[in-house]
Nanobody, 124 residues
Framework: QVHLVESGGGSVQAGGSLRLSCAAS????????MAWFRQAPGKEREGVAL???????SYADSVKGRFTVSKDNAKNTLYLQMDSLKPEDTAMYYC??????????????????WGQGTQVTVSS
């Protein structure tokens, strides 16, 4: 049974910061690939950041240098620290799990488990 619950979304002005959390109930969480995706109204879901089982990370070009993905294996929690937020970051953010050590990439069809999402709104 895999259960993912996101939190930490909200409204912030451009230039501000938010930290999203994803509480994960995943067997073998510490060695699993996890990722963050987002979907804005009228747009396709896009990958934001991933973290492999060995905690190496990868980011979409649009967030590189501004977002940081991390995980706390003791708490079974995935994080997304978002700094220097822009209005175009406004979206529903989802965490996802791919029960392998290495992530294939930021393609949503590779991830079999999803949270319900948390809304992030950035105003100019």
């Amino acid at each position: 049974q895999v259960h993912l619950v996101e939190s930490g979304g909200g409204s912030v002005q451009a230039g501000g910061s938010l930290r999203l959390s994803c509480a994960a109930s995943v067997y073998g969480y510490s060695s699993s690939c996890m990722a963050w995706f987002r979907q804005a109204p009228g747009k396709e879901r896009e990958g934001v950041a991933l973290i492999h089982g060995n905690s190496t990370t990868s980011y979409a070009d649009s967030v590189k240098g501004r977002f940081t993905v991390s995980k706390d294996n003791a708490k079974n929690t995935l994080y997304l620290q978002m700094d220097s937020l822009k209005p175009e970051d406004t979206a529903m953010y989802y965490c996802a799990a791919h029960l392998t050590f290495y992530c294939g990439g930021l393609l949503d069809y590779e991830y079999g488990y999803w949270g319900q999402g948390t809304q992030v709104t950035v105003s100019s």
